[in-house]
Each structure stands twice: as structure tokens, then as C-alpha cells.
């Protein structure tokens, strides 16, 4: 009797878990709900999903987030709106310059594994305070963050073109490969179950510039 309890059991949460993973979107259909989101912020067009009671009530039992958004601090930026999605949508980890550091990767990392986002979107934006501090050498109590953006202003230095919009971009470039360094993220890329994209933000226009992809 214990034996057939225990297969029942087994039987049930690999049922669950095979609904879960059919509904979880595939990387390019995350991209393209991104995409299609944030057109719809650009046109003035909001749906507002997911906050009305019923989208609460679902995520006080759990959150299953289809992106993982790697972003600034910065005010003027903020995910849930620029994208038109709500609550249990993204998970982001915000932090001035949008870098990662190895609290930052851990907060990756669990969106990834343990929550079963189909994309990694690090995101930049125009007029970057942080990057343009390092751009400027003002980097007094900003420390660590000027250090982890120093080699994307390095890079921009070589380039032609605006410095500091340069730097900005090489700055999420930057994170976008140091993501795909780590094992298990690029072996889940490998398996197409996961993308890690770069994006810049336009601040007057809304529109995020969605970066071409680098292998």
C-alpha cells in the first residue's frame, strides 16, 4: 500500500510539473511578449495585466515569472511599466548600472533555476548616472559598482561615437557575456530553454532597443 501511495504521489507532481513546463513560454515567445509590451507602452496603449484581485490572489501562491530583468535603479526605469506587465510577471534585480556582482548572479541564478524564467534581459538605459560617472572619474562612493563598469568604459574609450551612450551599451554587452559564461545558464541556452538578451532604453522615446545578439 505504501509502495502505491508513494508512485500515486510521484505520478501526480509529474503531472504538475509537465503543465507548468508546457505553459512556460519558450525563449522567443518571452522575448516577443517583452517586445510586444513595451510597444504598447512606446504607443500609449497600456493593458495594465495582472493587478486587478484575482492576479494577487494567484500570486500569494506562488510566483512563476517569464523574465528575469537585470536593471538600474534608476527611477526613470522601471520594468513592470516600460514592459505593460504586473504582478508575478518579472523578477527583477535592480541595482545602479544594472551590474553583476555575485549577489546580483545569485538573484539570476534563482529567477532561472528555482523560478523558470524563459529570458534573461539585461537592461540599460539612457543617461546612465552610474556609467557616466565613471565615464567623468566621479566615482566617489560608488566604488564596487565603478568597479564592475570600468572595463565596459574601457572598451567604449576605443570606439567611435557618443562616450557615454558607447559605454552604456558595451556595459550591458558586457553583462550579457559574463551571464552566458556561467555553465548552467549557457547549458540551458544550449537546450534553447532559456536567452540572455540585452536591451537599451530610450528615455524620451520609451522604446527599449532590443541589442543584437553575440555569440
Known amino acids: 500500500m505504501k509502495v502505491f501511495r508513494f508512485t500515486l504521489l ?5 503531472a504538475i510539473f509537465a503543465h507548468a513546463d508546457a505553459e512556460k513560454p519558450t525563449p522567443q515567445e518571452a522575448l516577443h511578449r517583452l517586445k510586444v509590451g513595451n510597444a504598447r507602452f512606446v504607443n500609449g496603449r ?3 495585466p495582472n493587478r486587478e484581485k484575482e492576479a494577487r490572489a ?5 510566483q512563476t515569472p517569464f523574465a528575469v530583468v537585470l ?14 506587465e504586473g504582478i508575478g510577471d518579472l523578477f527583477i534585480v535592480r541595482v545602479a548600472g544594472n551590474v553583476l556582482g555575485p549577489v546580483e548572479l545569485a538573484s539570476v541564478e534563482y529567477g532561472v533555476h528555482h523560478l523558470g524564467a524563459s529570458i534573461i534581459l539585461v537592461l540599460g538605459h539612457e543617461s546612465c548616472g552610474a556609467v557616466t560617472a565613471v565615464v567623468l572619474g566621479k566615482t566617489e562612493g560608488i566604488e564596487p559598482i565603478a568597479e564592475l563598469i570600468e572595463p565596459a568604459v574601457k572598451q ?3 570606439e567611435k561615437g557618443p562616450l557615454i551612450e558607447n559605454a552604456i551599451i558595451d556595459n550591458v554587452e558586457h553583462f550579457v557575456a559574463k551571464l552566458k559564461e556561467d555553465s548552467e545558464i549557457d547549458g540551458l541556452i544550449k537546450k534553447n530553454k532559456l536567452m540572455v538578451a540585452g536591451g537599451y532604453f530610450e528615455l524620451l522615446s520609451g522604446k527599449v532597443r532590443f541589442l543584437e545578439q553575440k555569440k
Not at 494567484?58 to 506562488?62: L, Q, V
Not at 536593471?71 to 511599466?81: F, K, N, T, V, Y
Open 156 to 158: 567604449a574609450r576605443t
Open 71 to 84: 536593471c538600474c535603479s534608476d527611477s526613470r526605469a522601471p520594468p513592470e511599466i516600460l514592459f505593460d
Open 58 to 62: 494567484d500570486a500569494a501562491k506562488g
Open 10 to 14: 510521484f505520478l501526480i507532481a509529474a
Open 46 to 48: 497600456l493593458t495594465h
